[in-house]
């Protein structure tokens, strides 16, 4: 637009332009654009070590007419409490091996352009109930006003030593939680766990994220002495066959809390639940659409025509209480 209100003296000349712009990986609508930052300095370094410092607009913009021709180099004065993500140059092709450095020919113009993101940072320890480091748990920052269907996901998975960590992640609250590995004999689930050690959402540390400030070292634990339950099963279709490494899980939505595993190739499953929870038990396979028009008992009538992506069949659900 500024370049249009400026025409047609807009057009002579050369024209080296960009924005300084602020996005999140939003949990509720995925990657999107906050708004343009204002002034933010932006130096640009021209030939003949010629260099000029100008300040984005109300909106993050910046533009500079005639200058003359050559390369340029540009960089900003990257504001408190955010980072660069990535720049981006158009309009002229970028000089290689630079980030953020163009080529301006005879009435040429180029933009240079800046993502940045909030500048935050999670650190942690994954723990056993003895205080050992445990490898390859994943967790995840659950923001507790919930996520929308495409929203942004922030996760990692513990490395040598239980270490972990998360970063760029919006400003706000979250639960932190992982899903450690339960073993009863053949069999293995994966529980929720919640920070700092707590199978009960109502029970967990809420952490709050703010730009600027990192949250680093926290150590989640397994909790020791819990009391589980064992339950075992079998998943099968209605005239009894099997459903083969189809998946199981045990839920209690109002606890955040969820037990889950597979069936091995005869349909068994067994878990160690844990006691006190109020729970829902679901069974769940998945077809391809191909597979699905030619058996019609598990024919998943919602889905869209043609439609030849993965469909998933589950049965009510069973409640009780252990």
């Known amino acids: 637009m500024l370049f249009l209100r400026k025409l047609p003296q807009s057009a002579k000349g050369t024209r080296l332009s960009g924005e300084v712009e602020l996005y ?6 995925a990657f999107r654009l906050v708004g343009g930052l204002p002034a933010v300095r932006v130096k640009i370094s021209g030939p003949k070590g010629s260099s000029i410092e100008v300040l984005t607009n109300a909106e993050g913009a910046y533009e500079l007419y005639d ?6 180099s540009v960089n900003i004065a990257v504001p408190a409490g955010v980072r660069t993500r990535f720049p981006i140059v158009s309009g ?4 290689q091996g630079t980030d953020a450095t163009v080529e301006l020919g005879a009435n040429g113009s180029a933009s240079v352009s800046f993502v940045l993101q909030a500048d935050t940072r999670l650190t942690g320890r994954m723990l056993d109930a003895r205080g050992n480091p445990i490898k390859d748990v994943c967790l995840d920052l659950e923001p507790t006003a919930g996520r929308g269907e495409d929203g942004g996901r922030f996760f990692d998975c513990s490395k040598k030593g239980g270490v972990f960590a998360m970063a760029m992640m919006p400003p706000g609250q979250y639960w932190l939680m992982a899903r450690d590995e339960v073993k009863f004999g053949n069999h293995k689930s994966q529980s929720t766990l919640y920070y700092p050690g707590t199978r009960d959402r109502d029970q967990a540390a809420i952490i709050t994220i703010e730009a600027g400030k990192y949250v680093e070292h926290l150590d989640m634990r397994v909790p020791s002495d819990e009391k589980r339950y064992r339950i075992t099963g079998r998943l ?3 005239d009894g066959a099997p459903v083969a490494y189809g998946s199981v899980t045990f839920t209690s939505p109002e606890r955040g809390y969820s037990e889950a595993t597979h069936t091995d190739a005869e349909g068994s499953f067994g878990f160690l639940m844990l006691a006190g929870m109020t729970w829902e038990l679901q069974g769940e396979m998945v077809f391809l659409n191909t597979i699905l028009t030619s058996c019609p008992p598990v024919y998943d009538r919602t889905a869209p025509e043609g439609d030849a992506s993965l469909h998933r069949r589950q049965p009510n659900s069973t409640h009780q209480r252990l």
């Open 24 to 29: 999140e990986d939003s949990p509720k609508e």
């Open 67 to 72: 200058l003359p021709l050559g390369q340029y």
């Open 236 to 238: 099968q279709f209605q």
């Open 92 to 95: 002229s092709l970028p000089v």
